[in-house]
T-cell receptor
Framework: GAGVSQSPSNKVTEKGKDVELRCDPI?????LYWYRQSLGQGLEFLIY????????KSGLPSDRFSAERTGGSVSTLTIQRTQQEDSAVYLC???????????????FGSGTRLTVV | GENVEQHPSTLSVQEGDSAVIKCTYS??????FPWYKQELGKGPQLIID?????GEKKDQRIAVTLNKTAKHFSLHITETQPEDSAVYFC?????????????FGSGTQLTVLP
């Protein structure tokens, strides 16, 4: 597609439920990132996928958070047993391979606003 | 790891005036410094970036300056317009091949008053 697509755009869930957030990156972009943006805060790195390499999970805040990227394209971020502090906007970004496209610039999706009640 | 600090957190200017946002970073290995603009309800959008081999870069009304010795970089917006109102984020990254993980500042809410 023309840009990074995230779904759903908004999600309200009850505390303790599991949620799945989806990111569809730009076709051909080999790297994909998930960031979390809490109200009034900056962007907190969560996880990074690069091609077929093992993902960098160093930013995941707890073992309730996991992510996968199937076929080197679509990625799903899963949050199990959601807590109120998980409420935030979850942003996905992709970048092209080195030497192609916009260089080092991330292209972000519009995010998923997650509210845990 | 890298730590990026951004100031001010909020900034109000009159239309037509200039706006300056400043960031400092901690990791001397960082050599890529992008700036993002985030409008309400949208994801951040890259507006300008600078590599460490240059000290200044300009694109129409926006410019970025970099002082590697002092580890700080700044965004300058001239002749501000109401549509410049948004949250601006700075970021820094080491250029380690394909691993281009950005560390972001906490953002600046810019309001341009008509």
């Amino acid at each position: 597609g023309a840009g990074v697509s995230q779904s759903p755009s908004n999600k309200v869930t009850e505390k303790g439920k599991d949620v799945e957030l989806r990111c569809d990156p730009i076709s051909g972009h080999t790297a994909l990132y998930w960031y979390r943006q809490s109200l009034g805060q900056g962007l907190e790195f969560l996880i990074y996928f690069q091609g077929n390499s093992a993902p960098d999970k160093s930013g995941l805040p707890s073992d309730r958070f996991s992510a996968e990227r199937t076929g080197g394209s679509v990625s799903t971020l899963t949050i199990q047993r959601t807590q109120q502090e998980d409420s935030a906007v979850y942003l996905c970004a992709s970048i092209p391979p080195p030497g192609q496209g916009a260089g080092y610039g991330y292209t972000f999706g519009s995010g998923t606003r997650l509210t845990v009640v | 790891g890298e730590n990026v600090e951004q100031h001010p957190s909020t900034l109000s200017v009159q239309e037509g005036d200039s706006a300056v946002i400043k960031c400092t970073y901690s990791d001397s290995a960082s050599n890529y410094f992008p700036w993002y603009k985030q409008e309400l309800g949208k994801g951040p959008q890259l507006i300008i970036d600078i590599r460490s081999n240059v000290g200044e870069k300009k694109d129409q009304r926006i410019a970025v300056t970099l002082n590697k010795t002092a580890k700080h970089f700044s965004l300058h917006i001239t002749e501000t317009q109401p549509e410049d109102s948004a949250v601006y984020f700075c970021a820094a990254s080491p250029d380690s091949g394909s691993a281009r993980q950005l560390t972001f500042g906490s953002g600046t809410q810019l309001t341009v008053l008509p």
